[in-house]
C-alpha cells in the first residue's frame, strides 16, 4: 500500500540531530543543532554487503534502495521482506530466491563523504541500449519546485551538513528525503519507489548536490527523465545524459537555471522576470 504522500522531512525527530556546545567567533558560548550519524549495516539474505553512514531513518527505503542502484536486485526479483533490527543497526533484504550478487560481493565501507561512494562492478552496467522517455517539463514547475523544496523545513535548514533528494511530479514534490551522503538520500527514493511499484516516466529527481555521472546514472537506471539541482555540473554527467535522453537542470539559484541536456523538451511557460526570489534565510547553498 502506497503511503500517505507528501513524505517530508521531519527537522524536529529528537534522533536525528544533537544539540552540541561550543564557541563562537566571538569567544562566546553557543548551541547549535548538529546532524547525527550512525552505521547501518545491509543485508541481502544471508550476505553482509556494506555498512553505510546513515542518519537513521528510513532505513528499509535505504536498503532496499542501494541494493537495486547497485544492481543487486533486479526488476525481477521478489522480495520477501525488510527487517529492520533497531538495537543492532541492521537491515536484512530477503528474496525468494537466492541472487547473482550473493557470492561475488565482499563486506565494504560506504562512507559519508560527498566524493567517494561504494560502487560495484561496473558503473556503466544498464546503460546499453537505454532511452528514457522523452517527458516535457514545464519551467513554472521548475520554478514552483524550487520555491516549495527550499523553504519546506528540513534538516538542512534545522542543521546544514546535509543532502536532500525529493521526487516530483508535476510542479507536486511527492517524497523527500535527506541524509548525510547525497547518494544514501538517492537510494530511499529509489526503494520508496522499488518498495511500492511507483512508475518512474513522469516523474522528475530533484537532488542538492553536483551532477555527476554517478548522479545521472542512477537517476538513469531508476527511469525518471528529468534531473535537476541546485549545484553545477560534470561533463561525463552532460555526457550520459545526452546519451540516454535525460533532461538535466543545474545551477537551479532564484530565477535562474541551465539545461545542458534535453532542452529540446522544455516547455517555456513562465516569465522568469515574473517569479519572486526567495528569502536569502531559506536559500539552500549548492552542496557539494
Known amino acids: 500500500m502506497l503511503p500517505d504522500l507528501p513524505i517530508l522531512p521531519t527537522p524536529h525527530d529528537p534522533r536525528l540531530t544533537r544539540r552540541i556546545s561550543g564557541i563562537d567567533h566571538t569567544g562566546a558560548e553557543t548551541e547549535i543543532s548538529v546532524v547525527e550519524e550512525r552505521p547501518l549495516t545491509i543485508y541481502l539474505n544471508s550476505q553482509e554487503v556494506v555498512t553505510a553512514m546513515t542518519i537513521g531513518d528510513h532505513p528499509e527505503y535505504l536498503a532496499l534502495g542501494f541494493l537495486r ?15 529492520y533490527e533497531d538495537d543492532i543497526e541492521t537491515v536484512v533484504v530477503r528474496t525468494r530466491a537466492q541472487t547473482t550478487f550473493e557470492e561475488k560481493v565482499k563486506k565494504k565501507t560506504r562512507t559519508s563523504g560527498c566524493a567517494v561512494g561504494t560502487v560495484f562492478g561496473d558503473m556503466m552496467e544498464g546503460l546499453e541500449g537505454l532511452t528514457l522517455p522523452q517527458a516535457e517539463v514545464r519551467t513554472s514547475w521548475l520554478y514552483a519546485l524550487a520555491k516549495e523544496i527550499n ?7 534545522e542543521a546544514g551538513a546535509i543532502h536532500g533528494t525529493v521526487l516530483c511530479q508535476g510542479d507536486k514534490p511527492l517524497v523527500y528525503m535527506e ?3 547525497r547518494h544514501n538520500a538517492v537510494d530511499k527514493i529509489a526503494g520508496f519507489m522499488f518498495r511500492h511499484d511507483v512508475p518512474a516516466d513522469d516523474k522528475i529527481l530533484y537532488t542538492t548536490g553536483r551532477l555527476t555521472s554517478e548522479m545521472v546514472i542512477k537517476t538513469a537506471l531508476m527511469g525518471i527523465p528529468v534531473l535537476a539541482s541546485r549545484s553545477g555540473f560534470t561533463a561525463w554527467g552532460v555526457e550520459i545524459a545526452r546519451q540516454v535522453g535525460l533532461t538535466l537542470i543545474g545551477r537551479m539559484r532564484g530565477q535562474r537555471f541551465v539545461c545542458l541536456a534535453g532542452e529540446e523538451r522544455l516547455i517555456r511557460d513562465a516569465d522568469p522576470a515574473t517569479m519572486v526570489e526567495e528569502e536569502k534565510k531559506h536559500r539552500r547553498k549548492s552542496a557539494g
Open 69 to 83: 542502484n547497485q544492481g543487486m536486485l533486479r526488476d525481477d526479483d521478489e522480495v520477501t521482506g525488510v527487517d
Open 151 to 157: 523553504t519546506v523545513p528540513s534538516l538542512y535548514l
Open 179 to 181: 541524509d548525510v551522503g
